[in-house]
């Protein structure tokens, strides 16, 4: 989906640890595609936020001459749909959402299930409101949830 291309621009852009990106975003990335092979499909919104990382040579907290900003946390929101028509109202206070939000350092573990998070904690820390699209009710129960769902 055209979203999914969207995504990749972006962690493209954003400056992340090798085991952020490699290891922890990697196993999240082939469990998610776990989930489309079994017949779903996903909705992603992702993104970054703070200042400094630590990658391979070291604590940074900018790149290119400060033209790239390192980001301190590096998140991602994941709605899993059953393959069908009228997503929009077919997302329910059931429907699974899985949030990650990774710190930006070299050190963190390689099981991303560890860093799942609530969208309420995500929006508290971006002052951002995701799954905006949805009705109240339906954002106040799904974003109050972390997922506790399997990993792999
Ligand atoms: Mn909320
Ligand atoms: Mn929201």
């Known amino acids: 989906m055209a979203d999914n291309s969207a995504t990749f621009l972006m962690s493209n852009m954003m400056p992340q ?12 990335e082939n469990y998610a595609r776990s989930l489309v092979e079994d017949g779903n499909e996903h909705y992603i919104v992702c993104g970054s936020y703070g200042k400094g990382g630590t990658g391979s040579s070291g604590y940074a907290t900018t790149l290119a001459s400060d033209h790239v900003t390192v980001p301190a946390h590096c998140w991602k929101v994941r709605v899993v749909l059953p393959i069908g028509n009228n997503d929009m109202s077919r997302i329910s206070s059931s429907t699974r959402v899985i949030a990650v939000n990774t710190p930006n350092d070299n050190s963190l573990s390689s099981n991303w299930g560890s860093y799942r998070t609530s969208v309420d904690a995500l929006e508290s820390a971006t002052s951002l409101d995701l799954l905006s699209a949805l009705p109240t009710s339906v954002q106040t129960t799904l974003e109050a949830k972390t997922d506790t769902g399997p990993t792999k």
């Not at 640890?17 to 999240?28: K, V």
């Open 17 to 28: 640890a090798p085991n952020n990106n490699q290891q922890t975003w990697a196993n999240l």
